[in-house]
């Protein structure tokens, strides 16, 4: 058999793999939870909007209806690009797989491409739809953060999208460098929180300047959000790409470097 084909059929053996685990149904419920929650907050904002005086109306910003979701994803993403692979070494279950499929890189290339796939697909859907579901909540109603253009809003919805996965195949290579659960999610963690909050502590220039290049900052730069300061970061478009796509390839160049030397 060819290399495709079995590519296809490790592809397919992994993909039978990842939803059968409980945890994967679990991070996916929580991406659906979440994507019910941005129907309530817009639900919540039209209700809001309706009790607000027209001077109030002038100035007042809220969030838009896929926030809740830009929050939660990148934490779903670190979550299941840890189990991807770590799970399997937790429970022993590693050696198994690597007796039926001993060619290191195939299997490394497939654990990485379905658990990316799986991840992009939850997320943009859910995006997609609480993204609508709020602009038919809202209705009318001329809040501005539900009322761009549907190129921008497109464009902001896959950026969140890329990030997404982009965070999930830098946690799953990780992953395979650290061989624990626990240490990648936390890891993980602590690159989305702990540092974006220890870049603002930094005098400036680098507060922004490090602030702005780390994986968590990126998808508003990649959408490219108006402003060059604050929570938008001071990365053009491409350049964040361009940043998003060195981190995603330093991970996987090292978990699958790591895959392959070390003894299961």
Avoid at 129 to 158: C, E, F, K, N
Avoid at 197 to 218: K, T, V, Y
Wanted: glycine fraction near 10%; aromatic fraction near 6%.
């Amino acid at each position: 058999m060819n290399g495709v084909g079995v590519l296809g059929d490790v592809v397919a053996a992994e993909w039978g793999k990842l939803r059968s685990v409980r945890s994967t149904g679990v991070v996916l419920g929580v991406v659906v939870g979440f994507m019910v929650l941005c129907v309530l907050w817009s639900w919540y904002v039209a209700h809001y909007w309706d009790g607000l005086s027209a001077a109030r109306r002038a100035t007042v910003k809220v969030a838009p209806a896929e926030q809740p979701l830009a929050v939660s994803l990148p934490v779903c993403a670190v979550v299941l690009g840890a189990l991807a692979l770590t799970a399997e070494y937790s429970s022993g279950m590693i050696r198994t797989t690597l007796a039926a499929v001993p060619r290191r890189g195939v299997l490394f290339m497939a654990k990485a491409g379905v658990v990316a796939v799986t991840m992009c697909a939850a997320a943009l859907v859910a995006l997609v739809a609480g993204s609508v579901a709020g602009v038919v909540i809202v209705g009318d109603r001329p809040v501005a953060t539900y009322q761009g253009p549907v190129g921008d809003v497109a464009v902001h919805l896959l950026s969140l999208g890329l990030t997404t996965v982009g965070i999930t195949l830098v946690t799953f290579g990780l992953g395979a460098v650290l061989r624990s659960t626990a240490a990648t999610i936390t890891s993980g963690m602590a690159v989305l929180f702990v540092l974006p909050a220890l870049a603002r502590l930094l005098p400036s220039p680098w507060d922004e300047r490090i602030w702005s290049a780390l994986p968590g900052s990126l998808a508003n730069q990649i959408a490219g959000a108006p402003g060059s300061s604050g929570d938008h970061g001071a990365l053009s478009p491409w350049v964040a790409v361009a940043l998003l796509v060195a981190y995603v390839v330093v991970a996987l160049g090292a978990g699958a470097y790591a895959f392959a030397r070390r003894d299961a």
